[in-house]
């Protein structure tokens, strides 16, 4: 098989990361924010896009904007990272961590619906690894119990399901662009949303609620200040035009990597769904070795980068600020991130990169006994 492609022409992110400077120091200055925002809500096809400093801050602003608070219950998958718990716990809410089926690696519904109360206001399905779930589900299961949905797509731009774009299935998506992820800018996030309303409450919310909603007194609730600096956006937006390109590249490196893995013992691919198009954030494999974590943490030490492996990437709900709860862990979160190798990938992994993991990863796995 040949290589991936080059990665995309980097020679167009200048130009407008040194037009934002010129323009600086310009306190009142958001042009180039506002210019990725007009690009993004394009690209996504959603009415509305917000731009903030970091994924966090997305799901920050995007639920304080559907109005959780104090008292409410938000569900959220166990399997996910400790940043999309950390809003809601800051919003004086309660996250209720849902199970998750290792067949699929979608939402436990059956748990779902036996862990909503009077108090639940919100779910937050996570498109980890930029695995999307069935949206007709979370949509039916929404609607059924009166719960706004504000997905956490941090990983999934360029994810679809049946035809429904990540981050466009509820009410709200929160977009990270941290460095790795696939449309980056170093430091960056971004909520869409198709409702007036709520992308004005989460433009109010990422300033201090300065610009306020319609209808509302300035400073009128204490919010943040986590407004994208504008080289940054300018950043953001020279990437966004070269999305389809960036989204190329990540396919074509995962497909390559895992052709070259086609044989290797003890790990076998996971598979999208039929109806899903996935944006290959991560290669995914199944291991079934003795003590699976543990050969994804030795794959770490020897180079090749991977969620579990590398960035210690355990159930939320076992994490020591939430483990005191009294329910039962999450077994099939557990169970997915005991077995699964996530490799971690960058648009700048060439060839080489992804024949050293290919070689290391075949060859740890060709002597490991546990
Ligand atoms: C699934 C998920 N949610 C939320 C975040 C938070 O994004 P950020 O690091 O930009 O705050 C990340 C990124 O690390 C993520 O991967």
């Known amino acids: 098989m040949s290589g991936p492609p080059p990665p995309p022409a980097a020679d167009q992110l200048g130009p407008g990361v040194l037009a934002a400077l010129a323009d600086m120091p310009d306190p ?28 966090t801050a997305a799901l920050h602003a995007a639920l304080f904007a559907v109005g959780i608070g104090p008292g409410d219950e938000v569900l959220v998958p166990a399997l996910t990272v400790i940043m999309t718990a950390a809003p ?12 998750s089926d290792p067949a699929t690696l979608d939402l436990d519904y059956a748990d779902a619906t036996s862990k909503v109360t009077a108090r639940t206001r919100a779910i937050v399905p996570v498109h980890l690894w930029g695995r999307m779930g069935d949206p007709a589900t979370l949509a039916a299961f929404a609607s059924l119990h009166h719960l706004a949905v504000v997905e956490d797509a941090a990983q999934a731009a360029g994810t679809s399901r049946a035809g429904v774009v990540a981050g466009t299935a ?8 941290k460095d790795g992820k696939i449309l980056w800018s170093g430091e960056g996030g971004f909520v869409v949303s198709n409702d007036a309303h709520l992308a004005a409450r989460a433009r109010a919310f990422r300033g201090h609620w300065l610009t306020p ?49 086609a044989g290797a013992r003890g790990l076998s691919p996971i598979r999208p769904a039929t109806d899903e198009t996935w944006n290959h954030y991560s290669p995914l494999l199944s291991i079934a070795l003795p003590r699976p974590r543990a050969f994804a943490e030795h794959l770490a030490r020897i180079g090749v980068p991977n969620s579990t492996g590398t960035f210690h990437l355990i159930p ?55």
Do not use: K
Not at 88 to 99: N, S
Not at 225 to 243: D, G, K, S, T
């Open 213 to 261: 909603p319609p209808g509302d007194r300035a400073q009128q609730h204490l919010a943040v200040n986590a407004r994208l600096a504008e080289p940054l956006a300018a950043l953001a937006h020279a990437n966004l035009r070269r999305l389809p390109a960036l989204l190329e590249r990540r396919r074509s490196q995962s497909t390559y990597l895992l052709h070259a893995l």
């Open 170 to 177: 509820g009410s709200a998506g929160c977009f990270s662009m």
């Open 88 to 99: 809601v716990v800051q919003l004086g809410a309660t996250p209720v961590f849902v199970d």
């Open 316 to 370: 939320c709900d076992t994490r020591p600020m939430f483990a005191a709860g009294a329910r039962p862990p999450c077994r099939g979160a557990a169970q997915i991130l005991e077995r699964t190798l996530a490799v971690v990938l960058t648009d700048r992994d060439d060839e080489a990169v992804l024949d050293r993991y290919a070689a290391a990863i075949t060859h740890a796995g060709s002597e490991w006994n546990g």
């Open 28 to 55: 009142a200055r958001s042009a180039h924010a506002d210019a990725f925002e007009g690009g993004l809500a394009g690209a996504l096809g959603t009415r509305y896009a917000v731009a903030v400093n970091s994924g």
